[in-house]
């Protein structure tokens, strides 16, 4: 079935809707309305050029050189060279996902008609996110204002043929990709180099990912915790509606809910009502509030990140109301360094949460099972999963040095006249890597979760938690005797992080929140 082509105007782009066009290789077009302000800021600039006016950027250098005033027959090579000598990028390239986006923020954001660009470039843009190219760009090198300088003077390298990029799979020279999809080269113009480069579209669209699989991980964490509370045989009492009532955060009483949805019916809870055990430990007990405050934080961020890829972030501005020309700092990526090292804080607490769940269902004395989930008749001979609670110890660890908060820094650049730099796109690779940390965390604490069910067998889980062993079961088998461990943990990984893995739970519980 054909997709429909995204019509995009500016201010209509979600987390959901980004991640979902590229998931999914949409197509995207520029809506009619924008092409009307496009056309009418760049008839704006054409004008203010043919009077000589002096506009950073456009008639005058960069940086600390913004008084230098720069011919008229000087202004295409100005352009091209802001290019070239800002993609200075170093590290690892970008995934090629995070670069897709990058590329769909920057449209957006040129779309709304401010930046007084061509029409012809915005449509450029658009043919080459259509085609599938993907410039190679290196992910260091951004202090995170004047938007993303380095990362996004890469991306455009590729624009003007420049560069390397992937086309079809294969890494290429940019020229030749160009070439291979039928798209010419664009040569840039007054303000369009600078246009291109100054904005935030690589920490945003990093953010933008880890918030998409933040909101998914939030709900599998309500997941391997309500597996992991009757593994060890824990209670649901703690999870009443009317304790959560009397500190009513949203977060909270969402996943209260969850928990009640997906232990409802549990054999498990049944069989051990009169047990004498009066509370549990708090990485049972206190799931709501816990994994209720992470909601709230990536409820918060989105709201954050959702507000700056439907924004205009790069400078001098055009308003065409008015004739006016404003010199600002839409570029500075404050808000999205903040959001990322909050974020990025508030996910390890997931896995913090986790790992010590998972410490408990492996040690005999506090779980009730056998000790490193393995049966006693052969433990000894075979360490169980001993040391998969190591690796999820290994990474939260990690993630405690990930967490410092990029933001807290500043390193002034361009002779002190960007004497204040938010480093928003330290944040969000940090945060991007924290959220794919705790994915793994999470799977070694239902892997162990599933482990210690099958010691209660046959009596059944809940609703919600017995689907999930029941998944799980189907792609991973009980470990009796001792294997390769690490590959289970893949195999988990990639069995819970499968959108079809929590479809097919909210199948017996509805809707989790």
């Given at each position: 079935m054909q997709k429909t082509t995204f019509s995009i105007t500016g201010n209509n782009l979600t987390v959901e809707n980004s991640v979902q066009i590229v998931i999914s290789n949409r197509k995207i077009s520029l809506s009619k309305a924008s092409e009307k302000k496009v056309k009418a800021s760049r008839k704006l600039v054409e004008k203010w050029i043919s009077n000589d006016e002096i506009i950073y950027g456009i008639t005058t250098g960069f940086g600390e050189f913004k008084d230098v005033k720069i011919p008229g027959k000087d202004i295409h090579e100005l352009q091209r060279?802001?290019?070239?000598?800002?993609?200075?990028?170093?590290?690892?390239?970008?995934?090629?996902?995070?670069?897709?986006?990058?590329?769909?923020?920057?449209?957006?954001s040129l779309a709304s008609g401010y930046s007084g660009i061509r029409l012809e470039?915005?449509?450029h843009l658009i043919k080459?996110?259509?085609?599938?190219i993907v410039p190679l760009?290196?992910?260091?090198?951004?202090?995170?204002s004047s938007g993303d300088l380095s990362p996004l003077s890469h991306l455009a390298l590729t624009i003007i043929g420049e560069g390397q990029c992937k086309c079809d799979g294969e890494i290429t020279d940019s020229i030749s990709a160009l070439k291979k999809k039928?798209?010419?080269p664009v040569k840039l113009t007054a303000k369009e180099g600078l246009a291109l480069i100054n904005g935030t579209q690589m920490m945003s669209a990093y953010l933008c990912k880890a918030i998409y699989d933040a909101e998914y991980l939030s709900k599998i964490a309500d997941i391997s915790g309500s597996m992991s509370l009757d593994a060890m045989r824990g209670t649901v009492s703690a999870f009443s509606?009317?304790?959560?009532?009397?500190?009513?955060?949203?977060?909270?009483?969402?996943?209260?809910?969850?928990?009640?949805?997906?232990?409802?019916?549990?054999?498990?809870?049944?069989?051990?009502?009169?047990?004498?055990?009066v509370q549990d430990a708090y990485s049972l007990r206190c799931m709501p509030q816990v994994h209720g405050a992470v909601k709230d934080t990536i409820n918060?961020?989105?709201?954050v990140l959702e507000t700056e890829i439907n924004s205009v972030t790069d400078n001098p501005l055009i308003f065409t109301d008015g004739e006016e020309f404003i010199a600002g700092g839409n570029f500075h990526g404050e808000p999205i360094a903040l959001a990322a090292d909050f974020l990025a804080i508030a996910i390890s607490e997931l896995g913090n949460i986790s790992e010590r769940r998972t410490a408990r269902l492996v040690d005999g004395s506090l779980s009730g099972l056998p000790r490193f989930l393995v049966d006693e008749k052969k433990a000894g001979l075979n360490s169980g999963l001993m040391i998969v609670q190591y690796t999820a110890a290994a990474l939260v660890s990690e993630n405690k040095v990930l967490c410092h908060p990029a933001s807290v820094d500043s390193i002034p650049t361009s002779a002190n006249q960007e004497d204040h730099n938010s480093m928003g796109s330290v944040s969000s690779r940090k945060c991007?890597?924290?959220?794919?940390?705790?994915?793994?965390?999470?799977?070694?604490?239902?892997?162990?979760?599933?482990?210690?069910?099958?010691?209660?067998?046959p009596l059944k889980s809940g609703k919600g938690t017995e689907q999930a062993y029941l998944n799980v079961r189907k792609k991973i088998e009980h470990i009796s005797d001792d294997v390769i461990t690490s590959g289970y943990i893949l195999k988990t990984v990639e069995t819970v992080f499968d959108e079809k893995f929590l479809k097919s739970i909210e199948t017996k519980t509805g809707k989790l929140e």
């Open positions: 060279n802001l290019i070239l000598s800002h993609a200075a990028g170093v590290g690892k390239y970008i995934p090629d996902f995070i670069v897709r986006l990058m590329l769909l923020f920057r449209i957006n470039l915005i449509q080459i996110f259509n085609s599938g760009i290196p992910s260091q090198g951004s202090v995170g039928k798209i010419k509606d009317k304790l959560q009532k009397i500190r009513p955060h949203k977060g909270q009483i969402a996943t209260a809910n969850n928990l009640r949805k997906l232990l409802k019916g549990s054999e498990i809870l049944v069989s051990h009502k009169n047990c004498g055990k918060y961020c989105k709201s991007f890597d924290v959220v794919n940390n705790v994915k793994k965390v999470i799977a070694i604490e239902i892997m162990c979760a599933a482990q210690g069910m099958d010691f209660l067998r």
